[in-house]
């Protein structure tokens, strides 16, 4: 029987630090290997640059801990990064590197997805949903709500940068 | 007979929860729905201080409390002896019937509170006030009893 297949039920799944954190397709541009990224130090965070996304720009690529924290340090496990969609036609797509990323759709995988308790909220948890996958509870975030808050980390370590120098 | 009705009626049966450095409180003895002796605890990132994990619980997600941290103000590592309660409450905005965890120090301990040795907050006990309904008198100490709703629902929503 045909089934057709719900764009709101497929999802990028990335896993980082031990942390699995679900993104919709629909809000991922791209999934690349890492031996495209030309690393470099930068004073907002990130941990090297991608242009081969035809942007005409090089777009940040940042490397996330399992508390969703900015780390300088490229670790070991890296393997592949995502390019998240920009916010607003004109900015650049953001990239999170991560070990292992996969595709999969919820719906055929039988996965419940619930809210955030609101008790978990605050202004800078970008995480919205959460769902059960492989017996272990994993996240859910929009592209939009991940890169806002990649924006303020950016822009915390940006600060603190300068009130160091 | 009349008498010794009206003299039960003065006793509600509650549970006495510690949660750990002398914090204690009561609920009601159907707010608390399990007690959970071992619970695989997940941590859950830019959560507040006070609730960073949740538990899996009859395939829900529940948000799992840390009272300490969220009277101190500030994420007390736990130490010793731990259980994790489940606490139903109603919901402030929808009036649902939700499920929420929480650390205890050990197991709550049912008890009969006699409307008798109802008293005033103490202002020694004034970082319960936005919890409390009531307070009481339990062998010389004085337990706040308190809404789970209140607890649970943050301040902003």
Known sequence: MFKSIQTADLYVQLVFDGLNLFIPQQDVLSVEIMADLEYTQTTMGAIGWFGQHGHGQNSPVFCLSEDLLLLTELPRNREFFILLKPRHEGELPVGITCDQVEDLNVRYEHLYIQDLPTIMHTKENPVSKLLIYKEQVACICTGIDLVQHIVRLTEEFTHASESMS | ?157
């Not at chain 2, 003895?29 to 619970?39: N, T």
């Not at chain 2, 489940?86 to 650390?103: F, K, S």
Request: aromatic share 10%; glycine share 6%; proline share 6%.
């Open chain 2, 1 to 157: 007979m009349v008498e010794q009705e009206q003299e039960q009626l003065k006793l509600n049966r509650a549970w006495l929860l510690d949660f750990g450095r002398g914090l204690q409180a009561a609920v009601g003895i159907h707010e608390m729905s399990h007690v959970l002796l071992e619970a695989q605890l997940y941590e859950i990132p830019r959560a507040p201080h006070y609730c960073t994990e949740v538990l899996v619980f009859e395939g829900m997600i529940l948000p799992v409390m840390d009272v300490i941290s969220l009277i101190e103000q500030q994420h007390i590592v736990r130490e010793g002896y731990d259980v994790i309660g489940i606490a139903v409450y109603q919901e402030a905005t929808t009036g649902n019937l939700n499920y929420a965890a929480m650390h205890l120090a050990t197991m709550p301990t049912p008890l009969f509170v006699d409307n008798r040795d109802a008293c005033e907050l103490p202002k020694y006990l004034d970082y319960w006030r936005p919890y409390t309904l009531s307070c009481f008198m339990n062998e010389g100490r004085a337990i706040p009893i308190i809404d789970f709703t209140q607890l649970f629902t943050p301040e902003d929503v």
